[in-house]
């Protein structure tokens, strides 16, 4: 059992530029036709698996694995033995003789990274402490719809800098060749880690990385604002006020007023309306927020049928 050929998506930069392009043409192709690929037939299995709460990627995921011809078992990572005695390593390569290959909404980035050490199937992260490359492609693909070409927009998120969105806004945004500015409060700034990342690939795609504490700049001539809860799933007792220092940094028709002409809005929900997005903004023309909750389901479906051919899983021939 060698892992070391097994392509995974734990972040946004697994994905090469070409590659991000083919699963979002992909992506593109499967909302007009949307069981047109079945490498799932079989059925073939996918385990999805949630430390953390999810409306949007359970029901996407469970639906779109169906769309594929397969079956997903969705469990509660709470109710397995994850977490318990067994490594994540060793459940890895348990999980990976039921399933052609596993979504996994949990806490630490490192998790992901062990249970990929034991797989050999491809890990697909659905939500990390650190990273939600799943819904970045959602986001790129929303705003190919509304943009056409990604390469050389500029897109400025505004709120906690240091979450999972922003990172993975940073990282997949230039990947895409998107110029990616971050707007966040004092000590709410990106980690330097993840900026070394997007910057390094983004010394690749053209993009650039911009980081400020001024909302009001950081929005001047964007083509799309996008924001995230200032309070994200674990940090809800932290110690830390997210409230105070972030309102200045909320989508608000004064804001957007600064954006470029036809900004789009986007923001991966769920929203608290009124905290870092207000009714009018969200409800409003440039608001591309339930575009961008569909797309989940056809950015996902084009990732695992990508997934699965670059490790040789289809129903064709399984690669063993
Ligand atoms: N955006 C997103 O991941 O939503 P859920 O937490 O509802 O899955
Ligand atoms: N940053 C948020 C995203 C929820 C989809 C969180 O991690 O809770």
Known sequence: ESTSTVKHFLRDDDLSPAQQAEVLA??????????????LAGPRGVGVIFEKNSTRTRFS???????????????????????????????????????????????????????????TVPIVNALSDEF?????LADLQTLAERKGELKGLRLTYLGDGANNMA?????????????????APAGFAPAEWVLDAARARAAETGASVTVTDDPQA???????????????????????DRVGPFRPFQINAALLAKAAPGAVVLHCLPAHRGDEITDE????????????????????????????????????????
């Not at 397995?80 to 005695?85: A, C, I, N, V």
């Not at 939600?132 to 970045?136: E, F, L």
């Not at 990282?171 to 060749?177: E, F, I, N, Q």
């Open 132 to 136: 939600h490359p799943c819904q970045v």
């Open 167 to 183: 990172h993975s806004l940073l990282l997949g945004g230039v990947t895409a060749g998107i110029h990616v500015t971050v707007a």
């Open 26 to 39: 992909l992506a593109a192709e499967l909302k007009k036709a949307p069981t047109t690929r079945q490498p």
């Open 218 to 240: 950081a929005a001047v001539g964007a083509d799309a604002l996008v924001t995230d809860a200032w309070t994200s799933m674990g940090q809800e007792n932290d110690g830390l």
């Open 281 to 320: 903004v969200i409800d409003g023309p440039q608001s591309a927020v339930w575009d961008e909750a569909e797309n989940r389901l056809h950015a996902q479906k084009a990732l695992l049928v990508w997934l699965l051919e670059q490790n040789g899983r289809t129903a064709q021939g399984d690669g063993t």
């Open 61 to 119: 995921f469970e639906m779109g694995i169906a769309q594929l011809g397969g079956h997903a078992v969705v469990v509660d990572g709470r109710n397995t033995q994850l977490g318990r005695e067994e490594t994540l390593q060793d459940t890895g390569r348990v999980l990976s003789r039921y399933v052609d290959a596993v979504v996994w909404r949990t806490f630490g980035q490192d998790r992901l990274e062990q249970m990929a050490e034991g797989a």
